[in-house]
T-cell receptor
Framework: GIQVEQSPPDLILQEGANSTLRCNFS?????LQWFHQNPWGQLINLFY???GTKQNGRLSATTVATERYSLLYISSSQTTDSGVYFC?????????FGEGTQLTVNP | ETGVTQSPTHLIKTRGQQVTLRCSSQ?????VSWYQQALGQGPQFIFQ???????GRGNFPPRFSGLQFPNYSSELNVNALELDDSALYLC????????????FGEGSRLTVL
C-alpha cells in the first residue's frame, strides 16, 4: 500500500515564528488532506488539496502531486497552533495517515 | 464543528468484554469510515461503510465488526476485548466513498483493563 512520511517528527517554536511541515507519499494520489489534532483528540480539517496552493489565514498548503509531496506552512505561530499535524492520502476506500508532526509553540 | 457526532466519548471495559461505539454522520453524507488511533501513532483504517454495505477493510480481525443504518449512522462493535484495543476510535463521514474529503468526529476513547 501507499506509504506516507512526515517530517520533522517534532518541532518546537517560539510564538511568532514560521514553520514548514513536509509530507511525502510513495504513489500518485488524487487528493490529500492536512489535519490538526487538538489535545482532546479531534481531527480538524485544515486543507483538502489534491494539487496547487491554498491559503487560510496564517496557514497555507502546497501539493506537488507529480513530485509526491505536500508542504504545510504556518506563519506567525501562536500557542493555540500546538498539537499534532497529520497529512493523509487516499488509497481505495481508506485514508493512509503519516505518523504526524508534534508542534509545540511556546509563549 | 464537523457535524459528525460520536458516543460515548470515554469508556472503560475489562478484557473479554464487548463494546459498541456509535457515530452519526454529517447531513447528506452516505459514507462512514472508522479508524483506530493508538497513543503516539497516526489513525489506522478499520473499515468503511457505503450505503449500508462494508466497502473496504483494514488489517483488523473479525472481532471488529460494524453496521450502517438507513439514515447512514453507524456502529463499531468489538468483541472479546484485548488490552491492545485501548485506543481512540474515530469515525469519519464523507460524500464520496473513494475520493471525498473526510470529516471526523471527536472520537471515543476506550480503555481496556
Amino acid at each position: 500500500g501507499i506509504q506516507v512520511e512526515q517530517s520533522p517528527p517534532d518541532l518546537i517554536l517560539q510564538e511568532g515564528a514560521n514553520s514548514t511541515l513536509r509530507c511525502n507519499f510513495s504513489d500518485s494520489v488524487n487528493n490529500l488532506q492536512w489535519f490538526h489534532q487538538n489535545p482532546w483528540g479531534q481531527l480538524i480539517n485544515l486543507f483538502y488539496i489534491p494539487s496547487g496552493t491554498k491559503q487560510n489565514g496564517r496557514l497555507s498548503a502546497t501539493t506537488v502531486a507529480t513530485e509526491r509531496y505536500s508542504l504545510l506552512y504556518i506563519s506567525s505561530s501562536q500557542t493555540t497552533d500546538s498539537g499534532v499535524y497529520f497529512c493523509a492520502v487516499p488509497g481505495g476506500s481508506r485514508l493512509t495517515f503519516g505518523e504526524g508532526t508534534q508542534l509545540t509553540v511556546n509563549p | 464543528e464537523t457535524g459528525v457526532t460520536q458516543s460515548p466519548t470515554h469508556l472503560i471495559k475489562t478484557r473479554g468484554q464487548q463494546v459498541t461505539l456509535r457515530c452519526s454522520s454529517q447531513s447528506g453524507h452516505n459514507t462512514v469510515s472508522w479508524y483506530q488511533q493508538a497513543l503516539g501513532q497516526g489513525p489506522q483504517f478499520i473499515f468503511q461503510y457505503y450505503r449500508e454495505e462494508e466497502n473496504g477493510r483494514g488489517n483488523f480481525p473479525p472481532r471488529f465488526s460494524g453496521l450502517q443504518f438507513p439514515n447512514y449512522s453507524s456502529e463499531l462493535n468489538v468483541n472479546a476485548l484485548e488490552l491492545d484495543d485501548s485506543a481512540l476510535y474515530l469515525c469519519a463521514s464523507s460524500l464520496d466513498s473513494q475520493t471525498g474529503e473526510l470529516f471526523f468526529g471527536e472520537g471515543s476513547r476506550l480503555t481496556v483493563l
